[in-house]
Each structure stands twice: as structure tokens, then as C-alpha cells.
């Protein structure tokens, strides 16, 4: 059998031939995906493989023909509003362009408008998820925050951007995977919902950067192996030495300059720092799970949002437990992996994580973890499950 | 308080970032009106009764920790871009102007 209906050598961006739409039909394919492995060792694998392949077509046809052909296929398609705070404190501002208008000739509002867009057709496309709560919710951001504001963030109902003071940052609607990255806080709110402390606070920022680094890949339609794996680059100021915020690929490598002092993120569990600035350093030790995801993906090979960024959506929406430590999250990705593309797969994915100095142990059957309610997930009220992680060295922040 | 002399102490963390930076002031060291003005707004903020954490938990918000001391009391804050009070985001902007000013 060839590993695919759909021959290898088809190119990208163009619709398949009609003839191998529908060679196999999907009921068997989901019937082999569920053969035994001992039976018919990769069988399942490769059967799955083509399902998601197919799957992923069907999505690019739509994508190709238009936003009414997306509204038929996931919900009624996204419902942007863009504001404007005229640099004060009071959210979200007053209306500057809405669903469906036309440009408006401020590039910081029509980023935001068509970053906002690229994210809701990522997810739509690729994991036939219905905007951030999966039920159609609003996507409203605030453009020109504040005065000379250095930050972007979700503030649990909407996306806020700063302009950047011109002289550490530039405006933060110029990077598409930092709206990625920003939409996914708002998914994760609503899904495994977790804790913005400690290991589970980086495995939330993780996350973001993951599907943040993923709707750039998707929409520049890039392979792992092209894809630069960087998180927010472009943001930096002039002059500033560096390339980017995060690297996935190379963490701790993303920048070094006097006045913003070196990325100190790791990239393994030996160099996990310990710190209470930033809940705990959630931006800097989600280094180690953002170099196993990138691992992961560049030994699948392909696109990464194909198999890997599946699996990781699945472990985010389905068993990820909100507490999780990073140990916890490996061994739910390893098995998100085996249940979504077979044992092969879950293999790769365990290897990724033990590079990373985390073991996922084999097992047969696991407790997947109660699905959470639906958009309260991220608001107080909650104790430090995980300090610190067991098991580990750990590096003192300076 | 008014034109009392404080002393204060900032911690920034977070932010989508990630950046970490500190800066101390001393109003009594602050050029005028600078130095006025930044005392107005700790006191405007009603800083010395705040809670010590006023933390959102959200993602990717600048953190602070703010300590403030005078004559007779010093008093910490935990606090983020997302739950503190327009009081309190003035005066981080303010606290952030005149680290400048006074760093040339």
C-alpha cells in the first residue's frame, strides 16, 4: 500500500485532482487506523496519517475559496473588531474597523484585523475550531494602548496591543505569531485552563507559542525544517541586538544586547530556573517544552502543524490537567500522540521530551483528566500545585 | 504626604516578553516638578493602604513590585497592568519617565 492517496509529489497550494479525493474511502482508512499494531505493524499509523492529510486538503480547498466557503465549514467565520484606546487606560476604545470593512490605512489597526483573520483560519482549518472559545466568540483587540506601552497581552476577554516606545519595541501588531500567541492564551482559558504559575504557568506559555508559531507556519505555508522557530520576531527596536523574543529551535539565543540583557531561556529540565519574577519565570522555562515540541515536529518531518501541532492541540483541549507539571504534560502529549497518529508517533514524541531531560515512561492505559469549564479557567483563586517540579536541578535566577 | 520625600523601589517582570528590569528613585534627588509630582501620585494612588497583591494572574501582563518608602512607613505592592487602578499605572509611568530622565 503507498503511504498516502495522496501522491507525495502534489504540490502545496493547489487543489487535488478529482480522482484521488476520494480513492479510499474514509471508513476504511478509519477502520485500519484501528488494527491492532502487533497484527499489522504501522498499518494504523500510516492510516491515520492519510486521514489527517485529506483532512487538511479539504481544509485548503476551503481556505482557497473564500471566507463564504469557511463560514460553510466552521461556523459563520470570524467576527473581528478592532478599537482604538488613543493611547489611554480605558478598554476597549472606540470602534476603528469592523468585521468585513475595508482597510483603514493605520498599519498597527490592519495588522491586528488580518492577524486576527490568519488565526481564526488556522485553528478553523487545521483543528476545525470555531475562533478562541470554539463556539463563534468575538475577537475584539485594542490597538495604540497606552503611551510608548511595551507589551501585548490577553487580558481574559479581548487582545490589547502598546505601540512600543521606539526605543526597546516597535508595535506588536507587526508579528503574526505574537497574535497567535496571544489567541491561544484566550483557547487555553477555555480549554485545559492552565495555571499561569510556575511549571503549569510555562506549559500555558508554551502553548501560545507553540499555535502562535504555528499560524505564521500555516500561513506562509512552511515545512518544519523552513520554518525559523522564532517567537516574535521583527519586534525589537532598531539597534537592539537581536532577532526575536524566543527561539524554539535554540532557546537562549534569541537576543543579547546591554540594555535588555541575554534570553535566558533553557532548553533542557538541567538548566530549569527557579524564580519568583514572573509567576514563577513562565516565559523563560517554557524553553524546555517549546524545544520538545520543536524536536517532535522536525522528526515527524512535513508541516508541523500536521502531526505534531495535532497532537499538541489534542493533549491542550482534551487531557491536559490545569495544575500540570511538565513531566505530567509530557506523558499526556505521548499519549495525545499514540491515540491521534498510533505508537510510532508516541515514540517520536516520547524521544523529543527525553532530549529535553524529560522521561515519559511506557504505558498501557491512562486517565485522561475531566474536561474543563468552558472560560473561567484562568481567573484567581488558585494554589501553587507545582512550585517548583520535583527532580530536578535547578538554576537560581539572577 | 505631598511634598514629603519618597523613596522607591520597582521591580518589572513579565510582559509577553518576558523582560525583568529594576529602578530605584529617590524624590529628594528628582528635579522639580518631577519630584512633586511623583509623591502626588503615591499618594493619590493611596499607596500605603493597598493590599500587598493585586496580581491578576493573567497571561503576558507587566508585573510590578513597588516599594515605597518615607520618613515614617514603607509599604510593598504586587501588582499588573490588568487589575491595578489607573492611579496606580500613572504612577508606574510616571516612576518609568523620570528613571529615564535621571538615567540621561
Known amino acids: ?398 | 504626604m505631598g511634598g514629603e520625600d519618597v523613596r522607591i523601589h520597582v521591580v518589572q517582570s513579565g510582559g509577553i516578553a518576558g523582560l525583568r528590569s529594576e529602578v530605584d528613585l529617590d524624590t529628594s534627588r528628582l528635579p522639580e516638578p518631577l519630584s512633586t509630582q511623583l509623591a502626588g501620585l503615591v499618594e493619590g494612588a493611596s499607596f500605603f493602604g493597598l493590599a500587598a497583591e493585586l496580581r491578576s494572574r493573567l497571561p503576558d501582563v507587566i508585573q510590578y513590585r513597588v516599594r515605597v518608602e518615607d520618613d515614617d512607613r514603607a509599604h510593598e505592592v504586587c501588582f499588573d497592568d490588568a487589575c491595578s487602578d489607573v492611579a496606580l499605572l500613572e504612577l508606574i509611568e510616571r516612576i518609568a519617565e523620570a528613571s529615564k530622565a535621571a538615567t540621561g
Open chain 1, 1 to 398: 500500500m503507498r503511504r498516502s492517496a495522496i501522491p507525495e509529489s502534489h504540490p502545496s497550494h493547489a487543489s487535488p485532482p478529482d480522482q484521488f479525493r476520494s480513492i479510499v474511502p474514509p471508513h476504511i482508512f478509519k477502520h485500519m487506523a484501528e488494527l491492532p499494531e502487533t497484527n499489522w505493524p504501522g498499518l494504523a499509523d500510516r492510516a491515520l496519517e492519510s486521514m489527517a492529510l485529506a483532512a487538511e486538503l479539504r481544509a485548503e480547498r476551503c481556505a482557497m475559496a473564500g471566507v463564504s466557503a469557511l463560514r460553510q465549514a466552521a461556523g459563520e467565520g470570524p467576527m473581528r473588531t478592532v478599537f482604538d484606546a488613543q493611547h489611554g487606560f480605558s478598554l476597549p476604545g472606540h470602534i476603528v474597523r469592523k468585521e468585513g470593512e475595508d482597510s483603514t490605512g493605520d498599519d498597527t489597526v490592519d495588522e491586528a484585523y488580518d492577524a486576527l483573520g490568519a488565526t481564526y483560519m488556522y485553528f478553523s482549518l487545521v483543528h476545525g475550531r470555531d475562533s478562541i472559545d470554539g463556539r463563534g466568540l468575538r475577537m475584539d483587540a485594542t490597538v495604540h494602548y497606552r503611551r510608548s506601552f511595551n507589551n501585548a497581552f490577553w487580558n481574559g476577554r479581548q487582545m490589547v496591543f502598546g505601540d512600543g516606545d521606539g526605543e526597546i519595541f516597535g508595535r506588536f501588531t507587526r508579528s503574526l505569531d505574537i497574535i497567535g500567541h496571544e489567541l491561544t492564551h484566550g483557547v487555553t482559558q477555555y480549554e485545559a485552563g492552565l495555571d499561569y504559575q510556575d511549571q503549569s504557568g510555562a506549559l500555558n506559555e508554551h502553548m501560545s507559542d507553540v499555535f502562535g508559531s504555528l499560524v505564521k507556519q500555516y500561513t506562509l505555508k512552511q515545512t518544519a525544517k523552513k520554518a525559523d522557530w522564532l517567537i516574535g520576531e521583527g519586534l525589537w527596536a532598531p539597534g537592539i541586538h537581536g532577532k526575536a523574543l524566543r527561539s524554539m529551535k535554540a532557546p537562549g539565543t534569541a537576543y543579547d544586547d546591554p540594555r535588555i540583557g541575554r534570553d535566558p531561556q533553557p532548553a533542557n529540565m538541567s538548566d530549569y530556573v527557579d524564580t519568583d519574577d514572573d509567576n514563577g519565570g513562565v516565559h523563560i522555562n517554557s524553553g524546555i517544552p517549546n524545544h520538545a515540541f520543536y524536536l517532535a515536529a522536525i522528526a515527524f518531518g512535513g508541516r508541523a502543524w500536521s502531526r505534531a501541532g495535532k497532537v499538541w492541540y489534542h493533549a491542550l483541549t482534551q487531557t491536559l490537567r490545569r495544575d500540570a507539571d511538565f513531566a505530567q504534560a509530557a506523558t499526556a502529549i505521548v499519549d495525545a500522540a499514540g491515540t491521534k497518529l498510533g505508537k510510532s508517533a508516541a515514540n517520536t514524541v516520547r524521544g523529543a521530551w527525553k532530549k529535553v531531560g524529560i522521561e515519559v515512561r511506557s504505558s498501557t492505559r491512562r486517565t485522561a483528566r475531566p474536561k474543563a469549564l468552558a472560560g473561567g479557567a484562568q481567573h484567581g483563586g488558585r494554589g501553587r500545585a507545582n512550585p517548583r517540579g520535583a527532580e530536578r536541578g535547578h538554576r537560581r535566577a539572577s
